[in-house]
């Protein structure tokens, strides 16, 4: 190994300890996806971190428009976006978008987040901790590493830190559509697939869908027969979408809530649906969206009753096509530099790689730290994985620096201005 990667890998494996601090420092943050309060504090805190890499830009995170529980539209607005450059590259060097999110599931409670460290010190568990916020340490310190160690002067690199990935990305995927076409190869810092540290090969595209079901109201005890029950309606749709999981064709359809009604003695006359599907390929996407729009006309032919369908795929499927295989291999190269057996295995999950490989851009994830739990109250970050995860992604940045491309990616025109 080169004297300068080796003084590189051994500077991150000093910074151990201060990633962990980060960690500790960042997950104690609340920063629920529709947390403005929480949302400004955690920007400020990872703004200070990066600055020290280059200067930092806030990017308007603009808004989101859902539909509530009452059948209206919501529009609400969104934390901003982080944005930083880096690299002295000539126009022609290879050019790299690196990205993870600074949102959390967890919506703020009455205390802080209680994030505690095991104490054989092996473990550190709490909201976020490994989604995202072990990511966002692992990008930092392999960015500051490629950035004392280089080569800095023959790669060119953006990152982008949004704040509504955990909504699907709705206000910063217009972002990072139009960061892709700049660069060569993305890198993205969601947690490993397990604690074994599996990258995310193929993932499935997803879609969130809402139905509104309205009906008429009326008393249940005198008048049950001039009523319209929309949550009957809106029951017998939900049961019609869940047998699309037996098409054959690999989708998930999920019947996620069901809304409406309020006192017993009333027909409800309107009643909210709410679906999230998977599926592996566009063609899927087409064909489980045209079944939904059929079913949902035939729920609307019912006497009294209308339903209206909203939402869409927020990502489309994200294969494992050539240019990503031939990125993937790199970085597993790069792995066994560092003595790791690294692997990639299809996933049902969805993350802001699939919006970077719609646009064109080969895209790797999965790249953040090992643990598991994310997304419920056992989440959970194994702490050596932060020093691993930071010197992969700098051997890999060092890599393609000194190498280039791998064979089969095309530059396409494409280059930071």
Known sequence: MPGLQAEMLAWIDRQQGRMLEIVRTWAGISSWSLDPVGLVTMHRAVSEAFGTLGPVERVSGGTRTAIGDDGREITTPLGDAIRVRGGVGPADSPSVLLGIHLDTVYPPGPEPPRVELAAD?????????????????????????????????????????????????????????????????????????????????????????????????????????????????????????????????????????????????????????????????AADADWVQRQLTDLVAVAARADGISATLHGSFHCLPKPLDGPAQALLQRIVACGRTLGLALEARPTGGVCDGNKLAAAGLPTIDALGVRGGGIHSPAEYLLVESLAERAKLTALVLADLAERGLPAGISRDGRGCP
């Open 121 to 281: 010190g092996l473990v550190l568990r709490g909201p976020g901790v490994t989604d995202a916020k072990g990511g966002l340490a692992v990008m930092l310190v392999a960015l500051e590493a490629f950035t004392r160690f280089g080569p800095a002067d023959r790669l060119r690199w953006e990152a982008i830190i949004n704040a509504d990935e955990e909504l699907g990305s709705p206000g910063s995927a217009a972002l990072l559509a139009e960061a892709a076409t700049r660069h060569d190869v993305g890198l993205l810092f969601e947690p490993a697939l397990d604690e074994m540290g599996t990258l995310a090969g193929a993932r499935k595209g997803s879609g969130n869908f809402t139905v509104v079901i309205r009906g008429r109201a009326a008393h249940a005890g005198r008048h049950f027969s001039e009523g319209c029950n929309a949550v009957a309606a809106a029951a017998r749709l939900a049961t019609a979408c869940d047998m699309l999981n037996e098409s054959g064709r690999g989708i998930t359809v999920n019947v996620a809530a069901l809304h409406g009604g309020e006192g017993l003695n009333v027909v409800p006359d309107l009643a909210v649906l709410r679906l999230n599907i998977r599926v592996a390929t």
